[in-house]
Structures are given as structure tokens and as C-alpha cells.
């Protein structure tokens, strides 16, 4: 398998099936994830638990890698997430991205960006025109 199809079933596997076992199989044990939380680091547990936590609000309907791609050990895959969200049965729809370096199959290092501020607007979470309102200098409180 090339590291570019590694990824597409890691994602595959942790985010449609709920499959947590895969992370310590395709991340290297001492691999930290950034990007996804300021000023943070990920651990493999860490992803583990913010994966279980994310499954807790929606039930992912569509996963689809829009483009991956490769050079070397490094693979980038653009991502839409379409999902039914457990707080107030909307459908969400969002993006994310990761970029991660291989070495023998495993992930060594990984950056990733995930829209929470879309995710969590169509949540209800925090209101919608939170973009606007922080463009504009306000506050959200």
C-alpha cells in the first residue's frame, strides 16, 4: 500500500468506524499531531480521545478524501466531513486537512488543521456569525 492509501484507511477506519486500535498501529508511539489544538501537541492517546469526543456530537454520514498528495514520505489529503450532529440533528458539513510524514508504514509527523469553527457554528455551539463578529473586533461573550 502506498502511505497515500495508509492514510485513506487510517481515516477511514478512525472517523467512519470508530476503529481507535488503528491509531497505534499507523502513528509511531512517539509521534505528536499538531495544528488541531493551539499551543498542542497530540499524543496518540490524546487523538484517541479527541476522536472518541468529536464521535460523541456527530455521526460522520460522508467522509471523503477530496485530494492526497504525495511527495516522498510526506502525504497531504484535503478532507469534507459531512455528518449528523447528536445535539440538535442538523447536518454538518466541514473540512479538514493533514499532512504527515512516513516512515515503514507508521505516521512520524503530522500537521493537520480541522474547521472547528464551521463545525461548531452548524452545532449551534456558538453562534453564526461568530466569523464575523471577531472580524469585526467584538467579542463572542
Not at 93 to 121: M, P, S, W
Request: proline share 4%.
Amino acid at each position: 500500500m502506498t502511505n497515500a492509501q495508509i492514510l485513506n484507511d487510517f481515516l477511514h477506519r478512525v472517523w467512519i468506524r470508530g476503529d481507535m486500535d488503528v491509531v497505534d498501529d499507523i502513528f509511531a508511539p512517539d509521534v505528536e499531531a499538531a495544528g488541531l489544538m493551539p499551543d498542542m501537541k497530540l499524543t496518540p492517546e490524546d487523538f484517541k480521545t479527541m476522536v472518541l469526543a468529536m464521535l460523541n456530537m456527530v455521526t460522520i454520514r460522508e467522509f471523503t478524501v477530496v485530494m492526497a498528495l504525495s511527495d516522498g514520505d510526506w502525504v497531504t489529503a484535503m478532507i469534507r466531513i459531512r455528518a449528523q450532529s447528536q445535539i440538535n440533528t442538523a447536518m454538518v458539513d466541514t473540512t479538514a486537512q493533514t499532512t504527515a510524514r512516513f516512515e515503514g508504514g507508521k505516521i512520524v509527523e503530522a500537521y493537520n488543521h480541522f474547521d472547528f469553527l464551521a463545525l461548531f457554528q452548524q452545532l449551534e455551539l456558538i453562534p453564526p456569525d461568530a466569523m464575523v463578529v471577531c472580524l469585526s473586533g467584538e467579542s463572542l461573550s
